[in-house]
Nanobody, 125 residues
Framework: QVQLVESGGGLVQAGGSLRLSCAAS????????MGWFRQAPGKEREFVGR????????AYAASVKGRFTISRDNAKNTVDLQMNSLKLEDTAVYYC??????????????????WGQGTQVTVSS
């Protein structure tokens, strides 16, 4: 049974940094795409970034590119999201997701089969 558990959310001031972690278990993820998404109140869930576990290739939404970095730790089976220069508009619940990658589908929520429960990130002024 696949399980994704996010941690590391919290309250941070604008301009600060936060690191989220997603612990993955239940199968071997070496052929998977691991995505990070976020959902603010009243808004749709949106793509933040993703990493292909094999090879470590990453892709990011334009709104976070240059500020956020995704990495994976093979030994720990975790995928991290390092968030720097946080802005008020980054406030959301952040979700980790996993899927066997389909070309063109790893940047949309519908392209992911497995989801974590989410962790709240609140950026204050």
């Amino acid at each position: 049974q696949v399980q994704l558990v996010e941690s590391g959310g919290g309250l941070v001031q604008a301009g600060g940094s936060l690191r989220l972690s997603c612990a993955a278990s239940g199968r071997t993820f070496t052929t998977y795409a691991m995505g990070w998404f976020r959902q603010a109140p009243g808004k749709e869930r949106e793509f933040v970034g993703r990493i292909l576990w094999a090879g470590g290739t990453t892709a990011y939404a334009a709104s976070v590119k240059g500020r956020f970095t995704i990495s994976r730790d093979n030994a720990k089976n975790t995928v991290d999201l390092q968030m720097n220069s946080l802005k008020l508009e980054d406030t959301a619940v952040y979700y980790c997701a996993a899927t066997l990658p389909t070309p063109g589908a790893t940047t949309t929520p519908g392209g992911y089969r497995y989801w974590g429960q989410g962790t709240q990130v609140t950026v204050s002024s």
